[in-house]
Structure formats: structure tokens, C-alpha cells
């Protein structure tokens, strides 16, 4: 979990069956939202170290192509920020062609959710869990390095 918490992550995979579809063919939105929304709070969850995570707050969402029966619905997530008590994610679905691996992002959205203590009340995240967003990131002495060789690079082309 501590490597790429910035990148998108497969975080859970789906089929449409046919329950999950209205009149028209199409998945129901509030399937995928409650599916976005599940498998988000288990990536919450995983990253501050606690299953107490609750929704806080689902941004503007657009669903952006339809998914049918059949299709193989995965959806991804990363960290997009760490607050006190929140941790905001970006999340984003996506069709998956099983025959060309072909992937085409069907809706997408930014997601907070909130560590809550037994009475429901918001706690910190850990000092710890938030460290986790900083682990692969480069130290001062290889952002002085890249530095040091950008300016080499470029007193080269001159």
C-alpha cells in the first residue's frame, strides 16, 4: 500500500449483469456510485490505517460513457490530498475490453472521507499514514542531483 499512493491503483473489478441495468441497457448510476463509493472507503481505510472512514463528501460526477451487460467494470484510486481528519481520493471507473485490454474511462470523481472515533466524531489521521504519501517520493539530496544534472544538460546544448 505505501508504494504509489499518488498513482492510480486497481482498487476493485466488477461485472454488469443484468440486474444492474435499466430499460435502456445502460448500468444504473447508482450502482457505480455504490460501487465507487465501497471500494473507495476500503482504500480510505488501508491508507489511515483504520476501517472507521466515512463519506464525507462525493464531488461533481459525470458519467461520461455507458456500461452494459457484461462488460468488466474496474475501478481505480489514488490519494489525492490528506487533511487533519480527511483524506481526499480521485477515483475513476473504467470499461475494460477483455479482448484488447483496451480501457475507457466511464466516470470519474474526487471522493472525502473522514476517520471517525466509536461515537462517529472526527479523529486525526496518523502522522504515520499521512507519511505514507511522502515514502517514494525524491529526497533533497536527489532533487539537488536532478537539479545538478538538468544544469549540466543544459550548459551542453549551449
Given amino acids: 500500500m505505501s508504494t504509489g499512493l499518488r498513482k492510480m491503483q486497481l482498487i476493485s473489478t466488477h461485472i454488469v449483469m443484468a440486474p ?9 448510476g447508482g450502482i457505480m456510485l455504490g ?9 480510505a481505510g ?6 472507521r ?8 460526477t459525470a458519467f461520461l460513457s455507458p456500461a452494459r451487460e457484461g462488460n468488466l467494470i474496474k475501478i481505480y484510486a489514488c490519494v ?7 483524506v481526499t481520493l480521485t477515483v475513476e471507473a473504467r470499461k475494460h475490453s477483455v479482448y484488447t485490454g483496451v480501457q475507457k474511462t466511464i466516470t470519474k ?7 471517525i472515533d466509536e461515537d462517529g ?9 499521512k507519511m505514507k504519501l511522502h515514502e517514494n517520493e525524491p529526497g533533497q539530496d536527489t532533487r539537488d ?6 544544469e549540466w544538460r543544459n550548459s551542453v546544448k549551449k
Avoid: C
Fill in 121 to 129: 466524531d472526527p479523529v486525526p489521521i496518523s502522522e504515520r499514514a
Fill in 53 to 60: 472512514m466515512v463519506t464525507a463528501k462525493l464531488y461533481e
Fill in 35 to 43: 460501487w465507487i463509493d465501497e471500494a473507495a472507503g476500503a482504500f
Fill in 80 to 86: 489525492k490530498e490528506a487533511g487533519n481528519t480527511s
Fill in 109 to 115: 470523481t474526487n471522493i472525502k472521507f473522514v476517520r
Fill in 145 to 150: 542531483r536532478l537539479a545538478q544534472i538538468q
Fill in 46 to 51: 488501508q491508507f489511515a490505517d483504520t476501517p
Fill in 20 to 28: 444492474d441495468v435499466g430499460v435502456h441497457g445502460n448500468l444504473f
